[in-house]
């Protein structure tokens, strides 16, 4: 059961044109007849939202919250707090950047009729998301044209107990190019939700490398989606971080719509203290010749909990599909828990499929070595963890920001404990 | 025994055999080369009967039959054999087992009676002496997680197991060490006789020197661009294939991408 | 390696689909109490065991048919089952002896190349024959009796040792464990009960081969293997059904202990009708199979060759609760035509140093469906445990589908878990190599499939390993091409 007023409270504070009032009044209804999703259902089996129950949510009040300072963004940067643009640094014009609500105006636009709002898909957290988002950030590659610069967004959370909705839509036109990063974080002393939804459509033979970083609250829930459309020939590059939160649940939804398309999916999990980190993808090969490759490792530390849930699919007569998964990971505590689901799910004949899963510890062997040569055991275990999470981060270089991540991840990573009595 | 006539092969709509005439008697070995992707390997495929192949024009008989109605299994039934570019991995299934299964296969199809285990065992450690090779080639998995060298010695093991009237050896000289080279022309010229022909399809002279030719054919752009005696094979290491790119067409660069993919 | 050769019989027919005109002794259609007292009062059972029924019964009342595998089958009306389907005998119970079994059923047997006169039996197995629902003959008793192994049908084991029976049964799958075993619990006619006693090596194989023949009936049979301390035993499953229009359900319970030290090698070649190549008839094979090594250094072992059937549901699993004790599941499913199965396996690590391996092959043609679904789960006081977990997908058809759907969960740190997958289309490639050696399509085929279910058949006993070589050939006739 959840409490609706809250949910209905925050709508009514929305002042949207008449032309969505009733999509939002409908989403939000769907949402309160399905409600938050329970651990009997197989997509939540690991992660329980009940304790939002618990919490006197509600809507950002303008101007309570205070900024966290800004970090230096190398590139185009739309920095959001609680909901709302507080900051922009960018000399792209708003047709490429702009917030959401500026680039579809009144009506949705004919370049966003086919995806916006319905690729997110109709789950009861992403019908949440679209009765209550606001201000939200619209990217616009057009064609033929290559970002030089990434372009990032900042969601940041401020006020205690504030639901947030960031809402992004990413269009790539045929043979667009460009680098996106989304970035969640908030007041290290609070609770609040953050509850983002991204559309991202690729057209033909478009790129975009996307990362997405969780560096929340460890008293934060982040219940994330990202929709991923890709057309012929396009490519789509995803690393995905979660460094934080209390509870964080990154959901990516891959359609390889149309021959050829390609994507690589790399992320790194952090699950330490009392956190619970799930990272939940959906990759479906629904055209012939498309390839993707998957590497995720996770850590859990603490009494921390790292799940990692993956399916492939692929489509009945989508022949000549290449699908590689890896999931690693690493159990750093006797009270830490780790659960990986790597699926696959397989309706053709002319495919490659392969996953690989493992669970276990830092190699005592190596560790010895590394003593052996005078490190200290503490330096040693670090040293091992950074190489075991250094296999998803080759993005880092393709995109020029390892400088800019390397710092924020190394401080994310669990303080090293040792396991020896 | 074999007389391809005006052989044209079209792949996925791109012509790679534009009219290829070759006549190959009782005893002879005949070598053919050519740049890559002049259509050698092709050739060898068609020859083999490979899916994928259509046949535009032209003849291929075999010991006076139509050669081309026949499947796979029927032509090697029937005495041809091909020595694969890639041999292929077969998880799981031992060397032996192959060996045995086509053996009988071949035997049955003969009307001859089927080998034994014992007997079989006995008849193949032989071969392998002659090749200077180990016993624990047969209890591998085929051809899994061999080198590129063993897999060529395992090409010519079978060979010299299943004795084909026809052999057909596709490049099966490239990327060997010199020992490896000797195992396999030792396998090829221990099935030199007065009945039996072999066709070797190479990029390189060298293997010439342990495998005399009797005829050397040069392939440029699908087709025969010059057919000599081993002088020609001689001539072509010190000239290269350079000289033939005038005569090349339009054609080999199309089988030149087809060739890559395969 | 030369001696698992391939001789494929190409054979368009399921040979094992004949119905043997014998009279039966049915109870009514449906199920209630009645129904269940009526079962235990003519087993002759004592009061314990028509108890636990009934409360089977009462649970499984209130559960539903489960809905998450992924197979798909049109509603079972458990109405109109029969529970119980007996061949009739002058005696009205289990024949004494040999000579007191109906010729036509000894017929039957031996039409199956299940021979019950003990002179012509295979060597060092004794077998245990069990038509619908009751134990027809068990061979070998006596001489097995010498060295205190209990080998004989369900039923007798209920009347004649119901303290073991009454100690172990529902110890491993408890009536309440799902909505199949329920059903099982309550109505379970007959079976095969096995006790080897402390230090005993079993010297034979033990063997029990169902065959239902009745239509309309359910199979229920309940299998029951216990291995004291340092016992060891090597049991064999072989199932057949006549081919009837109709689907039947066959829903059966295989429970198994180890105690310390002790040993426990479960093999099985399911060959039930698998319908038509439309997808009519063919029998719903939904099974609970579970092991537990309850003793320190016990070993239980799975091997499965699933060919038949419309549906397979079955997850042969392990508890491996004593320290040092070993999990492992061999299988090879294959399913053609309009065949669906979602198998695999449960590896619970309990105790210290525990160790477990899943291996499992999926072969897909026709229509098929081929699920993998499985857990690993190491609980927090699994100091060292090991898992290795192989799961490899071969697709022969345009219209055949492979999944896999493994559960991975480690609480304990110095756990090593592993776990690896591929799915792939037998390579034209390879076919055409070997077809260009001389071999048919077909037998390019069989030695394909063969070598990529080698690592399961190898864990067969020998004649079971023929046996299965050739059922693969025979249901995957026609699958290429």
Known sequence: MITPTAYRDALSQIDAPNSFAAARQAALNAFLKTGLPESRQEDWRYISLDHLERMPLHAPEDGLGILPALEDYPGALLAYLDDRLVWQDTSLPPRVLDTLENAIGDGIPAWAAESFGSLAGTASLTQLNAALWREGACLRVPAGERLRQPVFLRFAAAEADVMLYPRVFVHMAVGADAILVEHFLGDPSIEYWQNPVAEIVLEAGARLTHLRIIEDSNLATHTGLSAVHLARDSSYRALNLTLSGQVARHELNLALAEAGAEARLDGVFIAAGRSRTEQHLRIAHQAPHGKSRTHYCGLADGRGRGVFDARVEVQAHADGNDAQQTSRNLLLSPHAEIDAKPQLEIYADDVKCSHSATVGSLDENALFYLRSRGIDGEHARHLLMQAFIDEALGLLDDTGLRDWLMPRLLAGMPRVQSLEP | MLQIHNLHVNVAGNDILNGIDLNVRPGEVHAIMGPNGSGKSTLAQVLAGRDGYEITAGSVHYLDQDLLPLTPEERARAGIFLAFQYPLEIPGVANVQLLRTALNSLRRARGEAEMDAIDFLEFVKDKLMLLGMDDSFLFRSVNEGFSGGEKKRNEILQMAVLEPQLAILDETDSGLDIDALHVVAQGVNSLRNAAHAIILVTHYQRLLNYIVPDQVHVLAGGRIVRSGGRELALELEQKGYAWLEDKASQADNAADLMEARL | ?481
């Open chain 3, 1 to 481: 390696m030369g001696n698992l050769d391939l001789q494929p019989h190409f054979d368009n027919e399921y040979r094992w689909g004949f119905v043997t005109d014998i009279e039966q002794e049915p109870f009514p259609q449906g199920l209630d109490g009645a129904v269940i007292r009526r079962i235990s009062a003519t087993k002759g059972e004592p009061a314990f065991m028509m108890e636990w029924r009934l409360r089977a019964y009462q649970h499984w009342l209130t559960l539903r048919e489960p809905t998450w595998a992924t197979v798909q089958h049109p509603p079972i009306h458990y109405q109109d089952i029969y529970y119980y389907a007996a061949p009739k005998t002058a005696s009205g119970s289990k024949p004494k002896s040999l000579a007191e079994v109906d010729p036509q059923l000894l017929a039957t047997y031996e039409k199956l190349g299940i021979p019950l006169q003990e002179r012509e039996a295979l060597a060092g197995v004794a077998v245990d024959a069990v038509f619908d629902s009751v134990s027809v003959a068990t061979t070998f008793k006596d001489k097995l009796e010498t060295l205190g192994i209990v080998f004989c049908s369900f039923s007798e084991a209920v009347r004649e040792h119901p303290e073991l029976v009454r100690q172990y049964l529902g110890s491993v799958v408890p009536y309440t464990d799902n909505f199949f075993a329920s059903l099982n619990s309550a109505v379970f006619s007959d079976g095969s009960f096995v006790y080897v006693p402390k230090g005993v090596n079993c010297p034979m194989e033990l063997s029990t081969y169902f065959r239902i023949n009745a239509s309309n009936s359910g199979q229920f049979e309940r299998t029951l293997i216990i291995a004291d301390e340092g016992a060891s035993v090597s049991y064999l499953e072989g199932c057949t059904a006549p081919r009837r229009d109709e689907s039947q359900l066959h829903a059966a319970v295989v429970e198994l202990i180890a105690l310390k030290d002790a040993r426990i090698k479960y093999s099985t070649v399911q060959n039930w009708y698998p319908g038509d190549a439309d997808g009519r008839g063919g029998i719903f094979n939904f099974v609970t199979k579970r092991g537990e090594c309850r003793g320190d250094n016990a070993h239980i072992s799975w091997t499965q060759v699933e060919t038949g059937s419309a549906i397979t549901w079955k997850y042969p699993s392990c508890i491996l609760r004593g320290d040092n004790t070993v999990g492992e599941f061999y299988s090879v499913a294959l399913t053609n035509h309009h065949q669906q199965a979602d198998t695999g396996s449960k590896m619970i690590h309990i105790g210290r140093n525990t160790r477990s391996t899943i291996v499992s092959k999926g072969i897909s043609a026709g229509h098929g469906s081929n699920a993998y679904r499985g857990l690993v789960k190491v609980l927090a006081g699994a100091e060292n445990a090991r898992n290795h977990t192989r799961c490899d997908s071969l697709l022969m058809s345009p219209d055949c589908a492979a999944h896999t759907f493994p559960y991975i969960e480690v609480k304990n740190p110095s756990a090593k878990v592993e776990h690896e997958a591929s799915t792939s289309k037998i390579g034209e490639d390879q076919l055409f190599y070997l077809r260009s050696r001389g071999l048919s399509e077909e037998d390019a085929v069989n030695l394909i499939v063969n070598g990529f279910c080698k690592e399961v058949l190898k864990e067969l006993p020998m004649e079971f390993a023929v046996e299965a070589q050739k059922l693969l050939a025979v249901s995957l006739e026609g699958a290429v091409g």
